[in-house]
């Protein structure tokens, strides 16, 4: 075979390989990347570095307080939500006693009284008995079900309030939008910046996992009216939403987001314990009812008190007073 010709034919092979690798990855950056579940159990529970507020450990940040109560005797095992980890981390680190906490390094054992699950996860515990209490926004239907379905009768308790908010790039003009147009984008009636005092680009929608809290949350806010997951919106710019206390660190850290003002109010700590703010939500402790540990009450008690509400403020959310 002639070489130049065999040189030629090497070189169309290599330029459509690298076409074709050019292309993939292109697709996944653009497309698939933004489409990956990032609310899944292992992408949530990177989202939390657990020995960050681990109670007890030098320089933790988890919030305490110094107070006269303590637990003793069967403690209730606490689980819950990735965004009030550290809510319930400073709850165990102001009453209860160091050893009950065992950490390995990179888990919560089996026998430490303190877990980490995410919201499905802490209701599963809650159900089947692998947890006392957990500190989560209230039930999806799916999680409602199952407790039904095990003949569970869930108490729910409201001991803070949080901001549920909406969040689009930094660099994105429209900082204030109504609450009617946010449901608009997401049902699939705007889908243009343009129609909120934007660029003109496609919008684009990003959801999150049934069962998360932040994505019940938000079927909430929609008031059953439906979200399509619009792919071809997915070359635009994203509009997403998430709880405030995850919003702020994720601003802190970067500065590559921002939280929307809505109806004209921002998500500021202020306007979230004032209610100005139109959607605050109460979160909760959530507790079997036939749960016969009598430190599951006593703990709940605590918690409504001045000093458990402390612990709730210090860790950056709205306590009930």
């Not at 699950?117 to 409602?144: H, M, W």
């Amino acid at each position: 075979m002639d070489k130049k010709l065999l040189k030629r034919q090497l070189a169309v092979i290599t330029a459509i390989v690298l076409g074709f690798a050019l292309f993939d990855f292109a697709i996944y950056t653009v497309f698939t990347r933004r489409c990956i579940d990032r609310a899944s159990e292992g992408m949530q529970a990177k989202s939390v570095e657990l020995d960050k507020y681990l109670p007890f450990a030098e320089n933790t940040l988890a919030a305490t307080v110094e107070t006269d109560f303590a637990l003793d005797g069967d403690l209730p095992v606490l689980d819950g939500a990735a965004a009030l980890y550290p809510v319930f981390a400073g709850i165990a680190g102001s009453v209860y006693p160091e050893e009950s906490i065992d950490f390995d390094g990179e888990n919560f054992t089996k026998q430490s009284a303190l877990q980490y699950s995410n919201t499905r996860g802490a209701y599963k515990a809650v159900v089947d008995g692998d947890a006392d209490i957990i500190f989560c926004a209230g039930p999806s239907k799916e999680q409602l079900e199952y407790a039904e379905e095990k003949g569970v009768e869930l108490e729910l308790v409201p001991i803070g309030r949080e901001a549920f908010v909406f969040i689009v790039n930094v660099d994105n003009p429209v900082d204030d939008m109504s609450a009617q147009q946010v449901r608009d984008i997401f049902s699939g009636k705007i889908a243009r910046w343009s129609q909120v005092g934007g660029s003109n680009r496609l919008i684009s929608p990003i959801q999150r996992n049934t069962g998360s809290g932040s994505q019940t949350a938000m079927l909430s806010f929609m008031g059953g009216e439906e979200m399509p997951h619009d792919f071809d919106a997915a070359f635009g710019s994203a509009i997403g939403y998430s709880f405030r206390f995850y919003v702020e660190d994720i601003a802190k850290e970067n500065g590559a987001v921002k939280m929307l003002s809505l109806d004209g109010v921002y998500p500021s700590a202020e306007n979230v314990k004032n209610e100005s703010y139109p959607i605050v939500s109460s979160f909760y402790a959530v507790y079997d009812k036939d749960n016969s540990n009598e430190n599951v009450k006593k703990l709940i008690e605590w918690i409504l008190s001045d000093e458990g509400q402390q612990v709730i403020e210090k860790s950056g959310y709205a306590g009930l007073g």
